[in-house]
């Protein structure tokens, strides 16, 4: 099955600069060995954009991440990169830190600049403590920067990691829900600072969201992904959530609001 390939961009303006294209999807398909989990779909990723994923649980999102960190091999296509040096950031759905470890937010977001560590320069510079510092502001973890890591809520933790991503001046993001354990107004927060991190810094943000209504809002692209039916459907929220495969999932409602501009409410898939 083919993707729905009628995608329509954003009305919204996007400064010239951002349409560096960083990392493409050519007719991937994404899976275990020779075994696909979702039909083969072409994507590309450019410099300032923000990607919205969504899909039930299971449905290959966190497959689909892996593959394009070259954690795991294509089934088939490939993912090309602009640039050899390209930079990624990830930002896993668990928090993959031992919380016995003695350490703080600021501490943990400085190793983030730490690139190419070696014993003739141990310690960081003052500019990667002011890029670090800064990073702290920008995701609103400043406050408790230098409590210790185990003692802080899963927000905050995410905010830690999300501070680190920062520091560490990616050129992509990936970040696999990365407000699952905050309230709905932190939520709604964290992805306004994620968007505003691809338009200021010239980022390409991906982000996996349970939350339709945020994702929506933000996105530049939206990416849909279904092994019920199969489908992976590349679009503006209109185009996925007029989706035959997207309704099937989660109704009519979506696409109902989408045709009218009706705010969807806030609720999560």
């Not at 649980?57 to 966190?62: A, D, I």
């Amino acid at each position: 099955m083919k993707p729905d390939e009628s995608v329509s961009p954003p009305e919204a303006p996007v400064p010239a600069r951002t349409t560096e294209l960083l990392l493409s999807c050519e007719e991937l398909a994404v899976g275990f060995g020779e075994t696909p989990l979702l039909p083969a779909f072409n994507l590309q990723i450019h410099r300032g954009s923000f990607v919205s994923v969504v899909g039930r649980n299971g449905s290959g999102k966190s497959t689909w991440f892996k593959t394009l960190l070259g954690m795991q091999p294509p089934v088939s296509g490939r993912v090309v990169k602009n640039k050899p040096d390209l930079r990624c950031s990830y930002v896993p759905q668990t928090v993959g830190i031992d919380s016995v470890l003695p350490m703080r937010p600021k501490e943990m977001v400085l190793w983030g600049r730490l690139v190419g560590w070696n014993f003739l320069n141990p310690f960081a510079s003052r500019q990667d403590r002011k890029i670090a510092d800064a990073a702290l502001d920008t995701a609103g973890a400043r406050e408790f920067a230098n409590r210790p890591y185990r003692e802080l809520s899963e927000g905050q933790k995410q905010r830690s990691l999300l501070a680190r991503v920062i520091a560490s001046e990616a050129d992509l993001v990936l970040l696999d829900e990365p407000t699952a354990a905050m309230d709905a107004v932190a939520e709604k927060e964290t992805m306004k600072r994620l968007v505003r991190l691809a338009r200021e810094r010239n980022m390409a943000v991906v982000v996996v969201s349970h939350d339709l209504t945020l994702a929506a809002e933000h996105a530049d692209t939206m990416v849909f992904l279904d092994r019920e039916t199969p489908s992976v459907i590349v679009g503006d929220s209109k185009t996925v959530f007029c989706h035959p495969s997207f309704r099937h999932q989660y109704g009519d409602e979506y696409c109902a609001r989408a045709q009218t501009g009706t705010h969807l409410g806030h609720v999560h898939g």
